[in-house]
């Protein structure tokens, strides 16, 4: 999965009129070439809460220490490096051009009540902001972006960009 905050010089304000993203649910995030999801230790809290484990099993048996830093574990599977909390799950959709409904597996979060805050404010990260090439590159595999969804205004953008903690409405919430 490629999910690395980075600490980058300020951005160059290219988003004026603000941006639109609508989360498919795809799960692309949270797989592809090996990455991090940052996790901090409040958060490492909340999820043991959730999954009703102390802090010590979170951490053996979901988390890895990373240069200081504590990210969630990944999964090798089929050439890609899924989070380590990706499920893939049968389902079913209405397909428009068969006329007929079609099997597909779903991927799902298992923890998406307490996703990480990396996860929340994706795709509003700072180093996706820095220029409209760092964009497009960042969300080339996210279907949520660049199409007409949810609009964000800089407000709303730089509030995501600069959260400390879980935001109240994420751009991945469906709502
Ligand atoms: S915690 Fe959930 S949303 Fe975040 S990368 Fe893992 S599966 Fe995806
Ligand atoms: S953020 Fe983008 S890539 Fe991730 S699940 Fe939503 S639409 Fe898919």
Not at 139 to 159: A, E, L, W
């Amino acid at each position: 999965m490629k999910l690395d905050v980075l600490n980058q010089p300020n951005d160059k304000l290219w988003y004026t009129d603000g941006l639109d993203f609508t989360c498919t649910q795809c799960g692309n995030c949270c797989t592809g070439g090996p990455g991090f999801v940052w996790i901090s230790e409040v958060e490492i809290q909340r999820l043991a809460e959730h999954l009703q484990l102390s802090v010590e099993q979170v951490l053996k048996k979901y988390c890895r220490r990373v240069s200081g830093r504590i990210s969630l574990k990944e999964r090798f599977n089929q050439g890609n490096y899924d989070c380590v909390f990706l499920k893939e799950i049968p389902a079913t959709r209405y397909d428009e051009r068969a006329g007929r409904q079609v099997q597909y597996t779903k991927r799902i979060c298992e923890i998406y009540n307490v996703r990480p805050l990396q996860c929340r404010t994706w795709p509003f990260w700072k180093e996706n902001l820095q220029s409209p090439a760092e964009w497009k590159h960042a969300t080339r595999n996210c279907p949520g972006s660049n199409r007409p969804g949810r609009h964000f205004s800089v407000k709303q953008i730089h509030d995501l960009r600069d959260a400390p903690d879980w935001p109240e409405n994420p751009p991945s919430s469906e709502t």
